[in-house]
């Protein structure tokens, strides 16, 4: 769990870079061009769509990894007594 957890949060840091990678190109071609090509916005709509389902993903998945990470604790604590 803690694995998916990891790999979803690298997934999620890696798309909004992305996404502002691509926000910070379009600023750059919007002062030089007013309107917007269109794959240019499906694409941005892709990654927002990918973000929002990461930030979802960890999300539901948060409260179960800290519910596990709290008894291994504890059994830790037990252990040590």
Known sequence: MAQTLNALSQ?????ENRLESLEL????QSSEVNSM???????LDGVDRLL???RDLLLS???QWVDQSSSVMSSEQDLAA
């Open 61 to 63: 998945s948060e409260p």
């Open 37 to 43: 090509p269109a794959d240019e916005m499906e694409r």
């Open 11 to 15: 997934r999620l840091i890696k798309l």
């Open 52 to 54: 929002t389902d990461c």
């Open 25 to 28: 190109q379009l600023e750059r």
